[in-house]
């Protein structure tokens, strides 16, 4: 029986004690830590909930992540997953992945961490199945046995999943206290401050929510990316990017991190005082063609597969994603060849290497050439499809610029039109659009999480693209064991997703922070976790 040690926070007092610090810019010492002082985070992040069963948004694991201990997790510069909390962790049979915790894990609360907590993580994720919770992730897991005080095995449907490991690393994973957190409902956001049952970097004293939560290093952290740097760290959290970049210009903060607009972090970027730190994101944009309603598509009157093909490789030969990147975006975003991100483990160039110039450029000639060859008349007449609300503002102007690109030298007549999200969003899946915009965030750190919902029988493009060899090579390597060979199915299966063109990779989204220059150590890598405790003054 676990003793509970639960300590009463002053969540109204200590807030009101932080937004007075928040205000004035003082960011002096409040916590001692090893940096010489509390740092102050601004994001516009939104936490829908701090229970991991609750919420499966960016701005909620941004607090989990910090909070919560994960069995396994991310090296810095990584987007592979290493035991964090586990000493080890293996398939021990096809459909069994056995993990061994660390001896002597303790909570904050002064609660034993054990195999009995790891199961009541898990099947309180699946009893309450929250539609607002990340409890999909665990469609592949048939049960979790606690074998003894620290050996669990997670018994699997499908055999040699070779994704589960990164799952465990996800918003469904947060391990949580059994004592704190009920197993067929919610604990609220006051229940789990003042119940302190966390064991990451960090333990979360206070928090109003989006509007701050102060955190203070936890000693007992016993975790991959070892003792925080800074003892007690600030989020304060702004309605808007106007509010989070006049609080970053004035220093009223000390990192501006999620969201600024591309103006906003060219102008910041430039100013005295403060700096710019980026690195790679995992948020992707691209353009789907409806395989049934595209020009020469299966259910026209003047179908034609070869033609249809065509016309799909033409348009990749003509988009020059450097200039969307850089006119349309000021660099926040990146150039991305491929359906996988860059920087996840067996990504690659697909799409530069078979189109354009072969260097990331475009080519009319090469274009119009391969149209011709078809027997396609030009110009192609194209119905192409955008957003204007739910992938930003910015959307209008690129999707001009694509209209422009795919015009040169007479290949397309590009008919653009936009549609809101809330009918857009029940259209695309209904082939109103023979070409159209989406965009995704991973759920894992894995390349198969880019390849399995988008191109299996269609995915969840719903644009009849179908291959038996892209099936083929994606539940290949899902399960293969042998690191380098599924690497390589990997990029087999990207080589024929370009071949065929279901969809145009455009741009990967590149994670930015501003700092003041008294800042160091903010880290922004592949597994795209935002690390506090890497943050120090210097």
Request: net charge negative; aromatic share 10%.
């Amino acid at each position: 029986m676990k003793k509970k040690l639960f300590t009463s926070v002053a969540l109204a007092g200590a807030a009101a004690l932080l937004l007075s610090s928040c205000a004035s810019g003082d960011n002096g010492d409040s916590g001692g830590g090893a940096s010489g002082g509390a740092i102050t985070v601004g994001t516009t992040d939104v936490v829908t909930a701090l229970d991991p069963a609750g919420s499966y948004d960016n701005g909620s694991f941004a607090v989990m992540t910090n909070v919560y201990p994960f069995l396994l997790n991310h090296e810095i510069g990584s987007s592979d997953v290493a035991p964090d909390i586990a000493e080890s962790a293996e398939f021990t049979e096809p459909t069994q992945y056995t993990v061994k915790l660390k001896a002597g894990l303790k909570f904050a609360n002064g609660n034993d961490l054990t195999s009995s907590d790891v199961k009541h993580t898990f099947d309180r994720q699946v009893a309450i199945a929250e539609p607002t919770g990340p409890s999909s992730l665990l469609e592949n897991l048939e049960s979790v046995e606690a074998v003894d005080e620290t050996t669990v095995i997670f018994h699997l449907k499908e055999a040699n999943d070779q994704t589960f490991p990164q799952v465990l690393s996800t918003p469904v994973a947060p391990i949580v206290d059994e004592d704190v957190f009920p197993a067929d409902k919610l604990a609220t956001d006051e229940e789990i401050v003042s119940g302190k049952g966390f064991a990451g970097q960090y333990t979360l004293e206070s928090f109003k929510k989006n509007d701050l939560a102060s955190y203070k290093a936890f000693d007992g952290y016993q975790g991959l990316w070892g003792a925080a740097k800074t003892d007690t760290v600030n989020t304060k959290y702004f309605a808007n990017e106007t509010n989070l970049s006049q609080a970053m210009e004035t220093k009223a903060i000390d990192v501006a991190f999620r969201s600024l607009s591309a103006t906003d972090t060219e102008k910041l970027g430039n100013t005295d005082g403060l700096k710019l730190v980026d690195g790679p994101g995992g948020a992707i944009r691209y353009i789907v063609f409806n395989f049934d309603t595209q020009p020469f598509g299966a259910k026209t009157a003047d179908a034609d597969p070869a033609k249809a093909l065509a016309v799909r490789q033409a348009a990749a030969d003509l988009i020059d994603r450097s200039k969307i990147a850089s006119q349309v975006y000021k660099d926040t975003f990146t150039p991305l060849f491929s359906p996988v991100a860059q920087g996840f483990t067996g990504a690659t160039e697909s799409f530069k290497e078979q189109y354009g110039d072969k260097q990331g450029g475009a080519d009319s000639a090469a274009a119009k050439a391969r149209l011709e060859a078809a027997g396609v008349e030009l110009p192609v007449t194209l119905q192409l499809q955008y957003n204007p609300d739910h992938y930003g503002d910015a959307s209008a102007e690129e999707y001009a610029l694509v209209k422009q690109q795919l015009e040169a030298d007479g290949a397309f007549t590009v008919d653009l039109q936009s549609t809101e999200w809330g009918q857009y969003s029940k259209d695309f899946p209904a082939d109103a659009y023979p070409a159209y915009q989406l965009g995704w965030f991973p759920d894992f750190s894995d390349a198969d999480n880019f390849l399995t919902p988008f191109f299996v029988n269609g995915g969840f493009f719903n644009n009849h693209y179908e291959s038996p060899k892209i099936n083929e090579l994606i539940g290949k390597q899902r399960v293969t064991v042998d690191p380098t060979e599924r690497t390589a199915i990997i990029e087999d299966a990207q080589a024929q997703v370009a071949q065929d063109v279901p969809m145009i990779p455009l741009l990967q989204g590149t994670q930015v922070a501003i700092t003041t220059d008294a800042i160091d150590g903010v880290v922004l890598d592949g597994s795209f976790k935002f690390r506090l405790g890497t943050i120090t003054k210097n």
